[in-house]
């Protein structure tokens, strides 16, 4: 689940795990949601490559292994994203592909 906050003119999306921080900046919950991606890991940030539309956000997770998300420049900058933030990578996709050494 998700808390969606607002503070000020600013409305923030939070994981449940987060909401408490998000509360302490001052947000205000107006609403809780659920989605429908079944693929959600915790992870840390590692790095976030800005470029002048997208953002290029590698995460770690807890076992080390790493994942890369593009996401819009926008959308990195105004969820203040930084080294060390704990954060949950959602995965939504209908093509996902499972490879095997044989």
């Given at each position: 689940m998700l808390a969606l906050f607002v503070g000020g003119e600013q409305v923030t999306c939070c994981s449940m795990l987060?909401?408490?921080?998000?509360?302490?900046?001052?947000?205000?919950?107006?609403?809780?949601?659920?989605?429908?991606?079944?693929?959600?890991?915790?992870?840390?940030?590692?790095?976030?490559?800005?470029?002048?539309?997208m953002a290029e956000v590698t995460v770690a997770l807890p076992d080390g292994q790493e994942l890369v998300a593009a996401i819009t420049r926008t959308s990195a900058e105004s969820l203040q994203l930084q080294p060390g933030d704990r954060v949950v990578a959602?995965?939504?996709?209908?093509?996902?592909?499972?490879?095997?050494?044989?």
């Open positions: 987060a909401a408490q921080m998000c509360q302490a900046k001052g947000g205000r919950s107006i609403m809780t949601l659920q989605f429908s991606a079944r693929n959600r890991l915790q992870a840390t940030v590692k790095a976030v490559k800005l470029g002048d539309v959602i995965i939504k996709s209908t093509e996902v592909m499972v490879g095997k050494e044989i």
